[in-house]
């Protein structure tokens, strides 16, 4: 391949120097700068606002290149919209940060000659780069979206590669390509589809984001299929990614929870707390929090302020009614109110203890394993699983 770069961007040197990229790989992002995959209007997020900016490559030209090949996530799509120009509420298609996608890339150990599965296809980027990784293997890619789809099979094809982009529900994986010998997926996902599992011949392997309804800081996780046709393996590093499309939490309504008028409900329960924000969702890919979100399934947080600089926590159980709240204010101790019939904050703490106890595990110390009879997330160890409730 015929490098068309002659500078080694700072993200690649660097994955090159610790030896998590091998040479083959070096070779094929030289060949395929991501600018060869974005569109004329692009959203990279600015590492010192923490803002996504808007910048046009008609317009500005140099910047677009520079933002190009800078080690950060860039936004292609907003709110499904097909067109990118204006800013919108949620990011729903990007080109993932590259320092990022080489770090999958070296997990995957993609080789010359294997099938691979490619979930979310997006820009083409990652897909192109699988392409050219495999030679003579063979890439299929799935995106949901079909505009953007045939904007990266047009992609591709102008690069000279070879990819099937098929459009579709990536959860159904695509059965004619298989057996693959790896299957990666750039949306987070909350389970692990079977289709995948059964897709994909024993010894190899699938990677993804898997996160809880939680929070969207989930976690990498690496399976290895085996000959019984069980997929396990252990979570590698905190990862954040846009969730699958069909998959979306719904918006919640605290009026479906809460007087609307004001209030605590007849029966809410009154506590105290002395865990801090901090303990919980404030420490940015904090293992707590995504620990509990593995422990209390099927709920969701808010947070708001007031002038007075009081936080006030939100839970809502999307299974029933429940609810919970606290007021974080300079007190050791957070006022704490329930309701309904699930005791959300009474699970959080549980969970937290539970978390305590085990010697505060980073996300790297659970693992994953997917069978028949469903998915279960151990600590350690396949046969030590987390234990299915806590509260009460
Ligand atoms: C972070 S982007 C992918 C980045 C991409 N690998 C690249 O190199 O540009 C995630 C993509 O997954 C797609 N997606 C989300 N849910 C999906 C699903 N269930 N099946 C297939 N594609 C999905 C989105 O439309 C979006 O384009």
Not at 38 to 47: F, G, M, N, R, S
Not at 185 to 204: L, S
Not at 260 to 270: F, I, K, N
Request: hydrophobic content about 40%.
């Amino acid at each position: 391949m015929t490098p068309a770069t002659t500078t080694t961007p700072e993200w690649l040197a660097e994955a090159v120097a610790s030896g998590r990229l091998d040479a083959g790989w070096v070779q094929v992002f030289a060949a395929l700068p991501r600018s060869l995959f974005l569109p004329d209007v692009i959203w990279p997020k600015d590492p010192d606002s923490g803002q996504n900016v808007r910048v046009d490559r008609r317009r500005d030209p140099s910047g677009w290149a520079a933002w190009a090949e800078q080690d950060v996530p860039i936004v292609t799509q907003w709110d499904d919209q097909p067109d990118p120009a204006a800013a919108g509420q949620t990011a729903t298609s990007s080109s993932s940060q590259p320092s990022l996608v080489a770090g999958m890339l070296a997990d995957l150990d993609v080789r010359p000659g294997h099938r691979v599965l490619d979930l979310g296809v997006g820009t083409g980027w990652t897909t192109a780069l699988l392409a050219a990784r495999v030679a003579a293997g063979t890439v299929v890619g799935i995106e949901y979206d079909p505009a953007v789809a045939e904007a990266a099979r047009a992609r591709i094809t102008a690069v000279g590669l070879v990819a099937d982009v098929i459009v579709g529900d990536g959860a159904a994986g695509w059965p004619d390509g298989a057996p693959y010998d790896r299957v990666q997926c750039t949306y987070a996902v909350r389970r692990i589809p079977t289709a995948w599992v059964e897709q994909t011949r024993p010894g190899g392997v699938i990677l993804a984001p898997w996160e809880t309804t939680l929070t969207h800081q989930g976690a990498l996780v690496r399976l290895t299929v085996q000959e019984d046709g069980i997929a396990s393996g252990p979570f590698l590093w905190p990862v954040r990614f846009m969730g699958s499309r069909p998959e979306r939490t719904p918006q919640i309504d605290r009026n479906d929870y809460l007087p609307p008028g004001g209030g605590w409900p007849p029966g809410t329960v009154e506590s105290a707390t002395r865990l801090r924000p901090a303990d919980l969702w404030a420490t940015p890919y904090g293992p707590a929090w995504w620990m509990i979100g593995l422990l209390v399934p099927d709920m969701v947080y808010a947070t708001s302020s007031r002038k007075d600089g009081t936080v006030l926590g939100w839970l809502f159980s999307l299974r029933c009614r429940s609810w919970a709240i606290a007021f974080f204010d300079d007190a050791p101790e957070a006022e704490v109110y329930q309701g309904g019939p699930r005791r959300l904050w009474d699970e959080v703490e549980a969970a937290h203890r539970w978390w305590t106890e085990q010697g505060r595990p980073g996300h790297e110390d659970f693992g994953l394993t997917v069978g028949p009879d469903g998915e279960r997330v151990w600590l350690r160890s396949p046969d030590r699983p987390l234990p299915a409730t806590l509260a009460g």
